[in-house]
């Protein structure tokens, strides 16, 4: 994205110009705090960020800023912090239309007996399109800016997230089995790459490879994923060891549990984003360490399921990456990165019996800048840091709950909530003001939410 013209004075954001033209604006954000997230720590106070054709042009004090910026269209946040936007580093984001559909099941019952035939039943590339557009809503509204979805027809997904202005990583999925999306696995890898092949330049989308889990994949498959990574430098997206079951049937048909297979499978390296990864051994841990694999950590999804409790301390510990993902809506239900930072610093309190494990600030930070990383794109997204991608969220810290306000970053992860969002920006580009979307895409949506409610309803009972 570049060629914006700068604003040329005025207060108006010019909303109507957005919405045609699609491009960024020069702006500057004038915000009480800052918080960039690198470097950790910091908590920048009456600060302006300058945002340039899309860009973080840079981060000033708000005294000076003024003389610097004057011809940009400015925002006054006077309540506010100004963070980077989050990153939701593992959903399905199409499950949205299945929210609420079967809750209160274990793992394996909910989607054997749950999930999957209402999938078999409804998937399409309009259920996909429009499923995705339904999460893309409620993820702005709740400050997420990029996520990294694994679903079938990931062109669809691309589609809607691209229409909503979000940033995303799009998983190339591979099961073996049949679906409405592909016949095969081979025919799964066929059409993630093409897609990849299609969209290698868009600026908002990246691509990773993404088979499952050990459990719905062969070795064969596996292999070709490991191959495929290294030639194309993909990260790799898999569920990995999330409940006890998927261990036991893996020590049955394989004869060792799930890591120990994709290590032999050549799958362990810095790209390998390992969902879940509740239940580790220490050595696991070290292995994950050593081959500077990311874990995504998904609180919510794994209380709701009674999958276990990550041992997220001990990896934090151990140097591996954690970052912070909802699940699909179905198994959350919410798309709720707030609430997915709060349960994960809260967890592994409780987990590690020690109140100093994972800080407001290592949560803050596991939900920004270590999603991107996991991700590939920490060089883009992740931090507000001059050269990055303007991926910015506004939280209003006003009104009886959140005060008084001793530390900003500690108000953030423990007492606000998704609904103190004021303003998104996605590349530059205003998506949300005062909490008011700002997408043509989003709008009008909710009579199409009502026509799926009905259609995946009435089948379900039939
Ligand atoms: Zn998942």
Same mark, same amino acid.
């Not at 009480?32 to 860009?55: F, I, Q, T």
């Not at 499978?265 to 220490?282: M, Q, R, S």
């Given at each position: 994205?570049?060629? !914006?013209?700068?604003?040329?004075?005025?207060?108006?954001?010019?909303?109507?110009?957005?919405?045609?033209?699609?491009?960024?604006?020069?702006?500057? &954000?004038? @915000?009480?705090?800052?918080?960039?997230?690198?470097?950790?720590?910091?908590?920048?106070?009456?600060? @302006?960020? #300058?945002?340039?054709?899309?860009?973080?042009?840079?981060?000033?004090?708000?005294?000076?800023?003024?003389?610097?910026? @004057?011809?940009?269209?400015?925002?006054?946040?006077?309540?506010?912090?100004? &963070?980077?936007?989050?990153?939701?580093?593992?959903?399905? %984001?199409?499950?949205?239309?299945?929210?609420? =559909?079967?809750?209160?099941?274990?793992?394996?019952?909910?989607?054997?007996?749950?999930?999957?035939?209402?999938?078999?039943? *409804?998937?399409?590339?309009?259920?996909?399109?429009?499923?995705?557009?339904?999460?893309?809503?409620?993820?702005?509204?709740?400050?997420?800016?990029?996520?990294?979805?694994?679903?079938?027809?990931?062109?669809?997904?691309?589609? #809607?997230?691209?229409?909503?202005?979000?940033?995303?990583?799009?998983?190339? &999925?591979?099961?073996?089995?049949?679906?409405?999306?592909?016949?095969?696995?081979?025919?799964?890898?066929?059409?993630?790459? +093409?897609?990849?092949?299609?969209?290698?330049?868009?600026?908002?989308?990246?691509?990773?490879?993404?088979?499952?889990?050990?459990?719905?994949?062969?070795?064969?498959?596996?292999?070709?994923?490991?191959?495929? @990574? /290294?030639?194309?430098?993909?990260?790799?997206?898999?569920?990995?060891?999330?409940?006890?079951?998927?261990?036991?049937?893996?020590?049955? +048909?394989?004869?060792?549990?799930?890591?120990?297979?994709?290590?032999?499978?050549?799958?362990?390296?810095?790209? =390998?984003?390992?969902?879940?990864?509740?239940?580790?051994?220490?050595?696991? &841990?070290?292995?994950?360490?050593? *081959?500077?694999?990311?874990?995504? *950590?998904? $609180?919510?999804?794994?209380?709701?399921?009674?999958?276990?409790?990550? $041992?997220? /301390?001990?990896?934090?510990?151990?140097?591996?990456?954690?970052?912070?993902?909802?699940?699909?809506?179905?198994?959350?239900?919410?798309?709720?990165?707030?609430?997915?930072?709060?349960?994960?610093?809260?967890?592994?309190? #409780?987990?590690?019996?020690?109140?100093? !494990?994972?800080?407001?600030?290592? !949560?803050?930070?596991?939900?920004?800048?270590?999603?991107?990383?996991?991700?590939?794109?920490?060089?883009? #997204?992740?931090?507000?840091? %001059?050269?990055?991608?303007?991926?910015?969220? !506004?939280? +209003?810290?006003?009104?009886?709950?959140?005060?008084?306000?001793?530390?900003?970053?500690?108000?953030?992860?423990?007492?606000?909530?998704?609904?103190?969002?004021?303003?998104?920006?996605?590349?530059?580009?205003?998506?949300?003001? +005062?909490?008011?979307?700002?997408?043509?895409?989003?709008?009008?949506?909710?009579?199409?939410?009502?026509?799926?409610?009905?259609?995946?309803?009435?089948?379900?009972?039939?």
């Amino acid at each position: 994205m570049s060629g !914006a013209e700068p604003a040329r004075g005025g207060r108006d954001p010019g909303h109507a110009e957005i919405a045609r033209t699609g491009l960024p604006q020069s702006c500057l &954000i004038r @915000a009480r705090w800052v918080v960039p997230v690198e470097p950790a720590g910091a908590v920048l106070e009456h600060h @302006a960020v #300058a945002v340039r054709d899309g860009m973080i042009e840079a981060i000033v004090p708000d005294q000076q800023a003024a003389a610097r910026f @004057a011809a940009y269209e400015s925002f006054d946040l006077p309540g506010h912090v100004l &963070i980077p936007g989050l990153v939701n580093a593992h959903t399905h %984001a199409a499950v949205a239309l299945l929210r609420g =559909l079967a809750d209160d099941l274990p793992l394996m019952c909910w989607l054997e007996e749950h999930v999957w035939p209402a999938e078999a039943r *409804h998937l399409s590339r309009e259920f996909v399109r429009d499923g995705t557009l339904l999460a893309c809503a409620e993820m702005l509204r709740g400050g997420v800016t990029c996520f990294n979805d694994m679903y079938f027809f990931p062109d669809a997904a691309l589609e #809607a997230a691209l229409a909503a202005g979000l940033r995303s990583a799009q998983g190339m &999925i591979v099961v073996e089995h049949a679906s409405a999306y592909a016949p095969d696995a081979a025919d799964y890898l066929r059409r993630g790459l +093409e897609l990849r092949d299609r969209f290698r330049d868009e600026p908002l989308a990246s691509f990773c490879l993404a088979p499952h889990a050990p459990y719905t994949v062969s070795d064969e498959t596996l292999k070709k994923v490991s191959t495929l @990574a /290294a030639e194309l430098d993909l990260p790799v997206h898999i569920h990995l060891q999330e409940t006890q079951e998927e261990i036991r049937r893996s020590l049955a +048909e394989h004869g060792m549990r799930p890591l120990e297979r994709l290590r032999r499978l050549g799958l362990l390296g810095p790209g =390998l984003i390992a969902v879940h990864a509740v239940h580790l051994e220490g050595q696991e &841990i070290q292995l994950l360490a050593q *081959h500077g694999c990311s874990v995504v *950590h998904c $609180p919510s999804s794994n209380l709701k399921l009674a999958s276990g409790f990550a $041992p997220v /301390a001990a990896l934090l510990a151990a140097g591996v990456n954690v970052a912070l993902g909802t699940d699909g809506a179905a198994s959350n239900n919410r798309l709720d990165m707030f609430q997915e930072m709060r349960s994960a610093a809260l967890l592994a309190k #409780a987990v590690a019996q020690d109140p100093q !494990a994972m800080p407001a600030q290592a !949560a803050l930070r596991a939900a920004t800048l270590s999603g991107a990383r996991a991700l590939g794109i920490e060089r883009v #997204a992740g931090s507000i840091e %001059a050269g990055k991608s303007a991926d910015l969220v !506004a939280v +209003e810290l006003r009104g009886p709950e959140l005060a008084p306000c001793y530390d900003v970053v500690s108000q953030l992860v423990y007492a606000a909530g998704r609904e103190h969002v004021s303003h998104v920006w996605v590349g530059g580009r205003l998506l949300m003001r +005062e909490r008011i979307l700002d997408v043509p895409a989003l709008t009008g949506l909710d009579t199409r939410w009502q026509l799926w409610q009905n259609v995946v309803k009435k089948r379900a009972d039939s």
